[in-house]
């Protein structure tokens, strides 16, 4: 005996929505992939330019001042990292990985001259990542205004990692 058509029918709809629901979340899941690949390669040509003793912890014998423009160009990129992990717009492991690597430079000696430095001429500026220097705030900016929220997205983004 054939099957009903509108058991059929009531059988392929919600298939088909699931189906599609599927589609968009890995759709949004390579769209986030590519716009975090997308802030390494920026990472990579900002942090070219900074002398390479510096990225080994040494400070250079001449300081910092021939490369400040170098720096500020990582402050700026380290800065709209944080923002953008308050925004939600990148993931937890991404942001772990980008956290250790800011604390990592900034403890280094003319990372730490330069973001001094820039934070005293630059007073207004770079809010979020003096955020993230705050000892009282956690240390993931997505829990700064909204704890609740963002520990019901994790939560939910958990769920469908596989």
């Not at 629901?21 to 900074?50: G, M, N, P």
Request: charge should be negative.
């Amino acid at each position: 005996m054939p099957l009903p058509v509108d058991l059929l029918v009531s059988i392929a709809t919600p298939l088909s929505v699931l189906v599609l629901a599927y589609q968009l979340w890995q759709r949004k899941k390579q769209f986030s992939t590519e716009f975090e690949d997308h802030l390494t390669d920026q990472y990579r040509d900002v942090i070219y330019e900074i002398p390479v003793d510096a990225l080994l912890s040494e400070s250079d014998p001449d300081g910092y001042e021939g490369e400040l423009k170098d720096y500020y160009r990582y402050i700026d990129l380290s800065n709209e990292q944080v923002f953008l992990r308050q925004e939600g717009r990148v993931s937890k492991s991404t942001w772990e990985n980008w956290r250790a690597g800011i604390e990592t430079n900034l403890s280094r000696p003319d990372f730490a001259e330069a973001w001094d430095e820039i934070k005293e001429q630059a007073p207004d500026s770079f809010k979020e990542l003096r955020k993230l220097e705050d000892s009282d705030k956690p240390d993931d900016p997505r829990y700064w205004e909204h704890p609740w929220r963002a520990r019901i997205e994790d939560y939910w983004y958990a769920l469908w990692e596989f």
